[in-house]
């Protein structure tokens, strides 16, 4: 079992930036893929970047891009998405997941991290 939890979020004005974190805990060898995932009221959930435990290969959905940085401190077994240059439309719940089976998909999840953006 792996259990995360998200922290690091809050209110931010427009241009400002936020860094998330996800502490994994629990089975942490098992992961391969941990990634962030948002979703805004209203809205289906949608996928914002995730990183290969190992060989810390990144991938970031075309909002982000630019803007968001994921990274991970494999001593820790904590992952990171710094956000920069913060706008309105990035306001969502924030999620961590990991996948930790090498041939599934997303597996574990945590609750949640709330991040609002005010014009």
């Known amino acids: 079992q792996v259990q995360l939890v998200e922290s690091g979020g809050g209110l931010v004005q427009a241009g400002g930036s936020l860094r998330l974190s996800c502490a994994a805990s629990g089975r942490t060898f098992s992961v391969y893929v941990m990634g962030w995932f948002r979703q805004a009221p209203g809205k289906e959930r949608e996928f914002v970047a995730a990183?290969?435990?190992?060989?810390?290969?990144?991938y970031y959905a075309d909002s982000g891009k630019g803007r968001f940085t994921i990274s991970r401190d494999n001593a820790k077994n904590t992952v990171y998405l710094q956000m920069n240059n913060l706008k309105p439309e990035d306001t969502a719940v924030y999620y961590c997941a990991a996948q930790t089976t090498i041939a599934s998909s997303y597996d574990s999840w945590g609750q949640g991290t709330q991040v609002t953006v005010s014009s």
């Open positions: 990183i290969n435990w190992s060989g810390g290969s990144t």
